[in-house]
């Protein structure tokens, strides 16, 4: 019998290395309009998310959102809207993708108490849902439908 990366793999599957955090969260690299971020993979975050901070670096065109957003100790938090965003995980691409922003200094706060590095953002269930999502906690694999 195949391994599992090899069944996805040849079920048209790739595979996204994961790093686990000091904090015991999954870290994975991201291009969002090309330009490389370091990304929490967060399986409970419904929305994928940027920080503010990170607008800039991103290219992003931004617009005022009515949406509120909470998250992890915060609630009501005031958003973002960046539409029509290229986004691509490993070998995995999506296009016109719409990215909320929000205030991430809470999350970059608690990460650098426990030495671990600041994120620009936050992959969630959005996307994890458009790629057929598959984890490997054992081996630290994302597995992507291409």
């Known amino acids: 019998m195949k391994n599992l990366k090899e ?7 790739t595979s996204i ?10 870290e994975i690299k991201v291009k969002i309009n090309k330009i490389k971020g370091k990304f929490i993979l967060d399986t409970g975050a419904s929305n994928s998310c940027l920080g503010f901070h990170a607008s800039e670096k991103f290219n992003l065109q931004t617009e005022d ?7 992890a100790g915060s609630n009501d938090l005031k958003t973002l809207i ?7 995980i490993g ?16 999350v970059n706060s608690a990460l650098l108490t426990q030495n671990a590095g600041e994120v620009d953002g936050i992959i969630g269930a ?5 790629g057929k999502a598959i984890i490997d906690y054992k081996k630290k ?3 992507l439908k291409l």
């Not at 960046?82 to 691509?88: A, D």
């Open 17 to 26: 290395k994961l790093k686990k955090t000091k904090t015991n969260h999954f």
């Open 82 to 88: 960046s539409n029509k965003n290229k986004i691509q």
């Open 126 to 130: 959005d996307i994890l849902q458009k």
């Open 65 to 71: 959102s009515e949406h509120k957003a909470s998250g």
């Open 141 to 143: 694999s994302l597995f």
């Open 7 to 13: 069944f996805l793999l040849h079920q048209g599957y």
């Open 91 to 106: 070998k995995f691409k999506l296009k016109k993708i719409a990215l909320i922003l929000i205030d991430l200094s809470h």
